[in-house]
């Protein structure tokens, strides 16, 4: 496992996550900067866009 503080120092932080349930763990994780990149599907694209 990674430490969080690690995350937000790494130049490029990848996650990978899509269903509408995981849409909060997912804005957490953007807006801590723990990850910066996301892989996803349309449909949780476009409800993360909305929040």
Known sequence: AV???RLR???C???M????????AI?????SC???VLI????TAKILLNE
Not at 17 to 24: I, L, N, W
């Open 3 to 5: 430490e969080l503080e």
């Open 9 to 11: 120092s790494l130049r």
């Open 13 to 15: 932080s990848i996650g």
């Open 17 to 24: 996550a899509a269903s509408r349930e995981k849409v909060p």
């Open 27 to 31: 804005l957490g994780a953007l807006r």
């Open 34 to 36: 723990y990850i910066n």
């Open 40 to 43: 996803t599907d349309e449909e």
